[in-house]
C-alpha cells in the first residue's frame, strides 16, 4: 500500500472517531448542547400531580407506583394523604392531591389508590391510572 493511501485511511479514521465522539457528547445527555427543552430529555426529573375526589369521610388514601418493567411497587407517599381543602363539591366530595417527584420526565407510571377508611380499613382501587410525568418546566408554567 503506498504511503499516501495510509494516511488517507488513517486520516479518515481518526476523522470518524472524532465524528463519533462529538455525536456522542452532543446528545448523550438529551441535547444539552443545544439547550434543548423537549419533554422526556434523558433522565430530566419530572413531576406527577394525581388528584383524586372522594368522600370526606375517610382518613385518606395511600398511593402506589408501579414499576413498569417487574410490576413491584413503592408507596408514593411518606404519610396518608389528606383532602388539599374542606371545600366539597355539589355531590359532597373533596379533592386529594399529592406530588409525585421520583419520577423522569415524559415517561409513562402506572398508580394505585388505597383508601383508607374511619375504621382504619383499607381498600385498594383495581384499576391502576396511568400518567406521564411532565417536565418541571412545563408543570411551573400552568
Same mark, same amino acid.
Request: charged share 25%; net charge neutral.
Given at each position: 500500500?503506498?504511503?499516501?493511501?495510509?494516511?488517507?485511511?488513517?486520516?479518515?479514521?481518526?476523522?470518524?472517531?472524532?465524528?463519533?465522539?462529538?455525536?456522542?457528547?452532543?446528545? +448523550?445527555?438529551?441535547?444539552?448542547?443545544?439547550?434543548? %427543552? @423537549?419533554?422526556?430529555?434523558?433522565?430530566?426529573?419530572?413531576? #406527577?400531580?394525581? $388528584?383524586?375526589?372522594?368522600?370526606?369521610?375517610?382518613?385518606?388514601?395511600?398511593?402506589?407506583?408501579?414499576?413498569?418493567?417487574?410490576?413491584?411497587?413503592?408507596?408514593?407517599?411518606?404519610?396518608?394523604?389528606?383532602?388539599?381543602?374542606?371545600?366539597?363539591?355539589?355531590? +359532597?366530595?373533596?379533592?386529594?392531591?399529592?406530588?409525585? %417527584? @421520583?419520577?423522569?420526565?415524559?415517561?409513562?407510571?402506572?398508580? #394505585?389508590?388505597? $383508601?383508607?377508611?374511619?375504621?382504619?380499613?383499607?381498600?385498594?382501587?383495581?384499576?391502576?391510572?396511568?400518567?406521564?410525568?411532565?417536565?418541571?418546566?412545563?408543570?411551573?408554567?400552568?
Amino acid at each position: 500500500m503506498e504511503k499516501s493511501a495510509r494516511v488517507s485511511c488513517r486520516s479518515a479514521y481518526f476523522m470518524s472517531t472524532r465524528l463519533i465522539l462529538v455525536l456522542i457528547l452532543l446528545f +448523550g445527555n438529551g441535547c444539552s448542547f443545544f439547550k434543548w %427543552r @423537549g419533554e422526556g430529555t434523558m433522565n430530566e426529573p419530572g413531576i #406527577v400531580i394525581l $388528584e383524586r375526589k372522594a368522600s370526606a369521610n375517610i382518613q385518606g388514601f395511600n398511593v402506589y407506583r408501579q414499576d413498569p418493567d417487574d410490576g413491584t411497587e413503592s408507596m408514593v407517599n411518606s404519610r396518608i394523604v389528606k383532602p388539599s381543602s374542606n371545600i366539597t363539591d355539589d355531590r +359532597g366530595l373533596v379533592t386529594y392531591r399529592l406530588i409525585d %417527584r @421520583g419520577v423522569i420526565a415524559g415517561l409513562d407510571y402506572y398508580y #394505585v389508590f388505597e $383508601e383508607i377508611a374511619e375504621d382504619g380499613t383499607k381498600t385498594r382501587w383495581d384499576t391502576p391510572q396511568l400518567m406521564t410525568a411532565q417536565s418541571l418546566q412545563s408543570a411551573t408554567s400552568r
